[in-house]
C-alpha cells in the first residue's frame, strides 16, 4: 500500500474514531424530506359568508375610546379538542406596564401576552366562543390559541384579528396606530410557528441539547448535516418571519419567544439555532453567499438598524461588535421611514397599506391620532385613504421632513395600468438593489450632478404643496436639455468649456491651457475613451441608467458656465491669487471638472424628445415627459451634466479630505437617516452650487411644471 494511501486511510479512521455509534446527528430522527414542514391548511373547510362574520362582530364589539383596546381572556382547558372559549375585555392602555381592565371582580392592571402570527388563506372557518358569540377565524389563529391555552388558569392575550374590529376601519384605524405601543408593553410577545408536530419539535430539543459538545463526526455523519442544516434553515426562516406585521412587532418586544407547536423557545435558544446554521454552513455547502443578505432574517427583523447598515455598508455584518451591541444600539436609534421602506418589497403583505403602517412604530415618523395637530411632518393611519394615497402621503411627508425632492429617486413612471402617479414610489415592488447601488458607487457626488441640499446655503426647497393636489406634485425647475436617441460620436464627447473658464484658466496659468497634462494629467479634449474605460462593464453610477444623447439648452449653458466660473475662483483662492506661469506646476491638491453638454446617463426608459429638467428643492436632475399642458410623467433621474474629475499633478490622496472638493469618506454616525448619512456628502461643491443658484439669468429660466 502506497503513502498515500495509508495517509487516507488514516484520516478516515479518525473521523470514524470521532463519532460513535450513540452520535445525536446519527440517531437524529430527520424527515424524508427536509423541507417538509406543513404550513398549509389541514382541514380544508369552507369559508363562512363574509355577512355572517360581519353580523356577529356587530353583536360582539362595543364602540371603545380611542385610549382603549380590548385583551382576549383564554379560558382553560385539559383538552386540546375542545372548543376555545374566550373573554373579550375592554382595556386602557395605560402608562404602567400591562393594560387596565375591569372583570368581575373588578378592575386592576393585567399583564399579558402579545401574539405575531400569519393570518394564512382568508379562510375563516374555524368557530371559537367569544362571550358567548360564535365568532369565525382562521385554522392558523385556531391552532395557536389551542396551542397556547393553559390546563389550569386563564391566559391574555392579545391578538390583532380578535382585539379589533375588523369591520369598522376608523377604529382599525386608531388601533393600528397604538400597536407598536401595546407589543412593547407586552410581558412578552409570542411568535406562533405553524405546521410543527411533535416529532419535529423534538428535532430542535435534540439540536439544542447536543450544541455546546464538539464531537467530531464521520463522513456518513456529515451528509446527515446536510439534511439537518435544511430543516433548521425552514425552522429558522418561518413564513411568519416574511411578513410585514412582524418587523414592528419583533423590533418592540421586550421578550420575544418561538412557539413551535407544543415547544415553547426562547430567543436565546433561537440565536444559539441560527449560529449553529451558519457554523455547518460551510461544512455541507460550498454555495457562496448571493449580494444582499435575506433581510426577513429574525435578526434582522429584531435590528432594523443592522438591516440598513449592512445593506449600505456590506462589511458591517462582518465588524466585530457583537450581535448584543449591534441590536443595543437598534433599540436606540430607531429608523427613518425611508430606510424601513426601502425593505418593504421583501415583506408580505394582504393589504399593500400596510407596507407602510406596519412599520411606522420602528421609525422616527410622528403618527397623527384624530384631529390632533402636530406641528412637524407626520403621517396618519387611515384605512379609509385608497393604497395610491398612502403612498402618496408618505412622498409627501419625506418632501415636507427633508425640504428636498430626494424621494423622486426611488420613483419613476410605470406601466399605464400603474394606480400610482409617476413621482410616488411604489414599496410594492423597490428593489434594495437600487439603495445598495446608490450607495456603493458613492453616486452623491459632486461630479454625477447631486446637490447638497443641506449644505447649499441658499433657499433651494420644493414649492409648498396645496392640501389636496389631486395626485399632482407641483413644482418650478428649469429645461436643461432636450434627450436625443442618436450621439454624434465624433462631436458629443467634447468638454463645454465656457469663454469666461477658458480665458480665466489661462489667465490664472501664464496662458497654458487647461489640457495641460502638466497641469491636471489626464485631461483630454474628447471624453468618449475616457468613458467606456470607466464604464466598460456597463455598470454605471446610475442603477440600470442608459446612455443617452442631449440637445443642451440655453439655460443648461448659463448652469454650466456658473459652474466652472465657481470652479476657477475657488482655485484662484487656493493659490492664494498668484499667476502659475510655466514651467511652475500647480502645487497642492485641486481638482478639475469637465464635463460634456451632448451625454447623458439617464433612467432606463428615457426616450427622445423627453425633457432633463432641475426642479427646484431636488438634488439632481431628472428626465420628465410631456403630457398635457404642463402635466408631466417622472420617467427618473438623470446625471446631466456627466463630470470627468482630474486631480492636479501633484495631488496627495491622503489629504484629499482636508482640501478635495469631494470627500472620499461617508459620514458614520449613528443617525436615524441611515442611508442619507452614509451618502458621498460633498465638501466644497456645496458653494460652488450657490453660486449657480444665484445666478440671475440662471433663475430667469425657471417654469411651472406639474407632474402626475
Not at 484662484?572 to 481638482?591: D, F, T
Request: proline share 6%; aromatic share 10%; net charge neutral.
Amino acid at each position: 500500500m502506497s503513502k498515500s494511501n495509508d495517509w487516507a486511510s488514516w484520516e478516515r479512521s479518525l473521523r470514524v474514531k470521532g463519532c460513535a455509534a450513540s452520535c445525536w446527528v446519527r440517531n437524529l430522527p430527520l424527515p424524508n424530506d427536509p423541507h417538509s414542514l406543513d404550513l398549509g391548511s389541514k382541514t380544508n373547510l369552507p369559508t363562512v359568508e363574509e355577512s355572517i362574520r360581519e353580523a356577529a362582530a356587530a353583536k360582539l364589539y362595543r364602540t371603545i375610546k380611542p385610549w382603549q383596546t380590548r385583551i382576549l381572556r383564554i379560558d382553560p382547558s385539559s383538552r386540546f379538542a375542545e372548543p376555545v372559549v374566550c373573554v373579550l375585555l375592554e382595556a386602557d392602555v395605560i402608562v404602567h406596564d400591562g393594560l387596565g381592565v375591569v372583570e368581575e371582580d373588578g378592575p386592576r392592571e393585567v399583564p399579558y401576552e402579545a401574539l405575531s402570527y400569519t393570518w394564512g388563506a382568508p379562510v375563516f372557518s374555524h368557530p371559537v366562543q367569544i362571550n358567548g358569540i360564535e365568532f369565525f377565524i382562521t385554522e392558523n389563529l385556531d391552532s395557536a390559541l389551542r396551542h397556547l391555552r393553559l390546563t389550569d388558569a386563564v391566559r391574555y392575550l392579545w391578538v390583532d384579528a380578535l382585539c379589533i374590529n375588523q369591520f369598522d376601519n376608523k377604529e382599525k384605524s386608531i388601533q393600528v396606530g397604538r400597536m407598536f405601543s401595546i407589543y412593547q408593553k407586552a410581558r412578552r410577545v409570542v411568535a406562533w410557528n405553524s405546521g410543527w408536530d411533535r416529532k419535529k419539535s423534538t428535532i430542535l430539543t435534540s439540536v439544542l441539547e447536543n450544541l455546546s459538545g464538539s464531537q467530531k463526526h464521520s463522513d456518513d455523519c456529515l451528509a446527515r448535516f446536510a439534511s439537518l442544516r435544511r430543516f433548521l434553515v425552514d425552522a429558522c426562516e418561518p413564513p411568519l418571519f416574511k411578513r410585514t406585521w412582524v418587523r414592528q412587532e419583533a423590533f418592540a418586544a421586550r421578550d420575544l419567544v418561538m412557539q413551535f407547536g407544543d415547544l415553547f423557545m426562547t430567543w436565546r435558544d433561537y440565536e444559539r439555532i441560527k449560529d449553529f446554521v451558519a457554523s455547518i454552513h460551510g461544512r455541507v455547502t460550498s454555495s457562496p453567499e448571493s449580494g444582499l443578505p435575506d433581510f426577513t432574517d429574525a435578526l434582522y427583523l429584531k435590528s432594523p438598524y443592522n438591516a440598513i447598515m449592512t445593506l449600505v455598508q456590506p462589511d458591517y455584518k462582518h465588524d466585530h461588535k457583537s450581535r448584543l451591541e449591534r441590536n443595543q444600539a437598534a433599540r436606540n436609534a430607531p429608523v427613518s421611514l425611508l430606510d424601513a421602506l426601502i425593505f418593504s418589497s421583501s415583506f408580505g403583505v394582504t393589504d399593500p397599506r400596510d407596507l407602510v403602517y406596519g412599520i411606522l412604530g420602528f421609525t422616527t415618523v410622528p403618527i397623527s391620532q384624530g384631529d390632533v395637530i402636530i406641528n412637524r411632518p407626520s403621517l396618519k393611519v387611515d384605512y379609509s385613504h385608497s393604497i395610491s394615497k398612502v403612498f402618496q402621503d408618505v412622498a409627501m411627508y419625506e418632501i415636507a421632513r427633508t425640504e428636498s425632492l430626494s424621494i423622486l429617486d426611488f420613483a419613476g413612471s410605470r406601466a399605464a395600468h400603474s394606480d400610482l402617479p409617476s413621482w410616488t414610489p411604489d414599496w410594492r415592488s423597490y428593489d434594495p438593489n437600487l439603495a445598495q447601488h446608490r450607495v456603493l458607487n458613492r453616486i452623491n457626488s459632486w461630479k454625477y450632478g447631486f446637490i447638497d441640499v443641506q449644505k447649499i446655503g441658499v433657499s433651494w426647497k420644493p414649492v409648498p404643496q396645496p392640501p389636496d393636489g389631486n395626485g399632482i406634485l407641483f413644482a418650478r425647475g428649469v429645461v436643461l436639455g432636450v434627450l436625443q436617441d442618436n450621439i454624434d460620436e465624433a462631436t458629443a464627447w467634447a468638454p463645454f468649456l465656457s469663454p469666461g473658464f477658458e480665458a480665466g484658466f489661462r489667465e490664472r496659468f501664464g496662458g497654458r491651457s487647461c489640457y495641460s497634462e502638466l497641469l491636471f494629467p489626464g485631461v483630454k479634449p474628447d471624453y468618449k475613451s475616457t468613458f467606456h474605460s470607466l464604464f466598460h462593464d456597463g455598470n454605471f453610477p446610475l442603477y440600470e441608467g442608459e446612455v443617452i444623447g442631449v440637445k443642451v439648452s440655453e439655460a443648461g449653458r448659463r448652469m454650466m458656465t456658473a459652474l466652472q466660473l465657481a470652479m476657477l475662483e475657488e482655485i484662484k483662492q487656493a493659490v492664494r491669487g498668484r499667476v502659475i506661469a510655466p514651467p511652475e506646476p500647480i502645487r497642492g491638491n485641486h481638482i478639475l471638472g469637465l464635463a460634456s453638454p451632448n451625454v447623458s446617463i439617464s433612467a432606463k426608459g428615457s426616450r427622445s424628445n423627453d425633457i432633463v429638467v432641475l426642479l427646484q428643492g431636488s438634488p439632481f436632475p431628472v428626465v420628465l415627459r410631456h403630457h398635457e399642458l404642463r402635466r408631466y410623467a417622472l420617467v427618473g433621474r438623470s446625471i446631466f451634466p456627466l463630470w470627468f474629475e482630474h486631480k492636479s499633478a501633484s495631488f496627495d490622496d491622503f489629504r484629499r479630505n482636508e482640501i478635495a472638493w469631494s470627500s472620499n469618506n461617508a459620514v458614520y454616525t449613528e443617525t436615524s437617516n441611515i442611508l442619507e448619512s452614509r451618502l458621498l456628502w460633498p465638501e466644497k461643491m456645496a458653494s460652488i452650487w450657490k453660486s449657480a443658484l444665484q445666478d440671475p439669468e440662471f433663475l430667469d429660466a425657471f417654469e411651472e411644471f406639474q407632474l402626475k
